[in-house]
């Protein structure tokens, strides 16, 4: 069943104006509007995703990827679109507390930057235990045991629990993220560039936990990152962007294999 | 054109009508590249179509547009599920990954896999997708890799450290297991000694049973003769003849 239907997401930092989305995008090869000066950083970004399914998002830096994850993890506001989750309606719509709720309950979001996504000064247990809390945990030793519990599944040292985050390696930032994400059992997750900046082994055993807990737990996830391989790993669909549109879509293993677009040809032939 | 019925008036397990597939290189001034030209075949339930021909005739382009990693430019591949029959060719992409795995199986040249996984855990992963139990999984893995002689103590090593024949046997043991009703094979065995290879090819007609129709590309031309009932040959994108196979296989 389609867990989360996306409808022509778009994002314009800057003022904006009536020309912007006409003077920007790939056959333009900017997505900076020459009229108003403002970024579109995404526009008529279209897609489903339904539950199990891994959609992953490439391109090039700069050319969107993130701007549709912040979108869809409730992290910004788009300048248009809907973001229609299953028994939700458009949470892109929804007031402020709603927003909350969906963001704390059913969403989960392992961010680019570890400090977007934790508190570096908090313990690991503490950064994990906070988002059972938004969620409305209240029992210490309820919380406790569900912590040990996500920290053994994202296999996190349970005794590191209690040491701030900042003392963990990035690998284990990164599990801490993912910890967190799926803490509530959300039905959606985001994730963007689930592996840069971690050593090749690491990276490894970071995609094959996350794809583990995401087959089990039949999850719906978007996962953006510029290295193909991570997404050819793990995404089910691709959607490829370029200048914040998308270019081509499809079954990721086409998409690779038999890329339609020039730009996608060209994409995929600078990195085999 | 031919119809999707064959001599017996039977719908087979797959038809296959004028498939061609033409890429369009963007990259290189937009030179077309041509890699099949309509190919028209058909397999029955339970039958072994061997594809044979040259280094780059076209046969690997084939079963990748059986399995849809390739889009076809143009044709139908017809697979007929048991209830009803789906153009491959053209069917929305989410019926393609439902049929992937369980329905039809796809053994690559090559095995790609997260590098930390256990060799026994990516050959259970088709079973528990289709449902089995991670125990009742992982068991007929093990038995699978057993019978592909994958000496034990590899069974819970990482194929990304293993040699060229023992990951073929990782990845034929992951094709097979399932018992799609549509088996690809892309050169299973081409890494393996002539004893694995007979192990190999026994297992194949042992576990399949009598109802999977497998398209299988072979260079080794005694091995097309005893597993095969149908060679095709392709020959620069097209197919040149379709014969059957000198006898049964002892
Ligand atoms: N807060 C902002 N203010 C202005 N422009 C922004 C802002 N955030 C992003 N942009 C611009 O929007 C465009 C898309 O950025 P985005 O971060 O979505 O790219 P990305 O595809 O995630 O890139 P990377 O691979 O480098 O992470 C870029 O041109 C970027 O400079
Ligand atoms: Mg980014
Ligand atoms: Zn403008």
């Known amino acids: 069943m389609t867990f989360l239907d996306a409808d022509g997401l778009t994002k314009v930092y800057g003022e904006g104006c009536s020309a912007c989305l006409a003077t920007t995008g790939p056959e333009y090869d900017r997505n900076r509007c020459p009229e108003c000066d403002s970024v579109v950083a995404c526009a008529d970004v279209s897609f489903e995703v339904r539950d199990g399914e891994v959609l992953g998002i490439v391109g090039e830096s700069g050319s969107g990827k993130s701007s549709v994850a912040e979108i869809l993890a409730l992290d910004a506001d788009a300048t248009a679109g809907t973001a229609t989750i299953r028994g939700h309606g458009d949470v892109l719509d929804a007031d402020y507390q709603r927003r909350r709720e969906i963001r704390d309950e059913h969403l989960g979001m ?87 900046g971690l050593d090749v082994s690491v990276q490894a055993r970071v995609l094959d936990t996350f794809r583990r807990l995401q087959r089990e737990q039949d999850v719906a996830t978007v996962v953006v990152s510029h290295d193909l ?11 490829v962007m370029r200048q914040g549109r998308i270019v081509e879509a499809g079954l990721t293993d086409r998409v690779m294999e038999d890329p339609h677009h020039e730009y996608t040809q060209t994409l995929i032939n600078s990195i085999i | 054109m031919s119809t999707s019925t064959n001599s017996d008036g039977e719908q087979p397990r797959l038809a296959v009508t004028d498939l061609s597939k033409r890429f369009q290189m963007h990259v290189v001034d937009g030179r077309e590249v ?39 430019t143009d044709g139908t591949i017809e697979y007929d599920t048991g209830d009803s029959v789906v153009d491959l060719a053209t069917c929305n992409e989410r019926t393609i990954l439902s049929l992937r795995g369980t329905d039809v199986g796809y053994v690559s040249q090559f095995l790609r896999e997260i590098p930390r996984v256990p060799a026994v ?88 049973g009598d109802d999977t129709a497998v398209v299988g590309v072979f260079h080794n031309h005694d091995v097309v003769e005893r597993v095969a009932d149908r060679v095709l040959t392709i020959d620069d994108a097209r197919v040149v003849d379709v014969r059957p196979t000198g006898g049964e296989s002892t």
């Not at chain 2, 991670?134 to 034990?152: C, K, M, N, W």
């Not at chain 2, 018992?179 to 890494?191: G, I, M, N, Y």
């Open chain 2, 121 to 208: 855990d990516v050959v259970a992963r088709p079973l528990r997708e289709s449902g089995s139990s991670p125990e009742q999984a992982r068991e007929t893995a093990r038995g699978l890799l057993e019978r592909l002689q994958l000496p034990r103590e590899l069974f819970d090593a990482y194929p990304a450290t293993f040699s060229g024949g023992e990951r073929q046997r990782v990845n034929f043991a992951r094709g097979i297991a399932p018992r799609p009703r549509l088996l690809l094979l892309d050169e299973p065995t081409s890494a393996l000694d002539p004893e694995t290879r007979e192990h190999a090819l026994k297992l194949l007609r042992d576990y399949l």
């Open chain 1, 110 to 196: 392992v961010h680019q930057h570890v400090h977007d996504g934790l508190n570096l000064s908090f313990t690991g247990g503490g950064n994990v235990a906070e988002k059972l809390l938004s969620a409305g945990w209240r029992h210490y030793g309820d919380i406790r045991s569900r912590v040990r519990g996500l920290f053994e599944e994202t296999e996190v040292p349970v005794d590191r629990m209690d040491d701030s985050a900042e003392t963990y390696s990035g690998g284990m930032q990164r599990r801490v993220q993912i910890a967190k994400a799926i803490a509530n059992d959300p039905g959606l997750v985001v994730l963007d560039e689930p592996t840069t």
């Open chain 2, 34 to 72: 041509v890699g099949l030209d309509s190919v028209e075949f058909d397999v029955a339930a339970g039958e072994f179509l061997a594809v044979v021909g040259e280094s780059g005739s076209g046969k690997s382009s084939l079963l990748k547009c059986l399995h849809r990693t390739y889009e076809p």
């Open chain 1, 229 to 239: 391989s991570v997404v050819r790993l793990l995404a089910d669909r691709v959607l």
